[in-house]
């Protein structure tokens, strides 16, 4: 069985390829995941937000997300919570998407 940092990167790995539609960057870079927490039994929650409350994908991107990470073989379930608390901003952007965007 992999370690769970192995499994963490993986996922990351995951969430790397899933783009926000209206935005050029991959929603890990975004910021928009705060957690991926991965039990003892190798279930994953992944707590995430959206851009806003009115995001036109805020039903299909946490289905995207969950589908994505489900393909990993060794995970037995896979949950995706959303919230606003704390509200996304453009402090959560990472380094590669401030580049993209042309901030740095």
Known sequence: MKSKDTLREEI??????????????????LGLIYDIDISEKYEVLITMTLTSPNCPVAES?????KHAIEKIPELKEVKVKVTFSPPWDMSKLS?????????L
């Open 95 to 103: 380094e590669a998407a401030m580049l993209e965007l042309g901030f």
């Open 61 to 65: 991107m946490p289905l995207d997300v």
């Open 12 to 29: 990351i790995e995951e969430l790397k390829k899933i783009y926000d539609p209206e935005i050029p960057v991959s929603i890990w870079d």
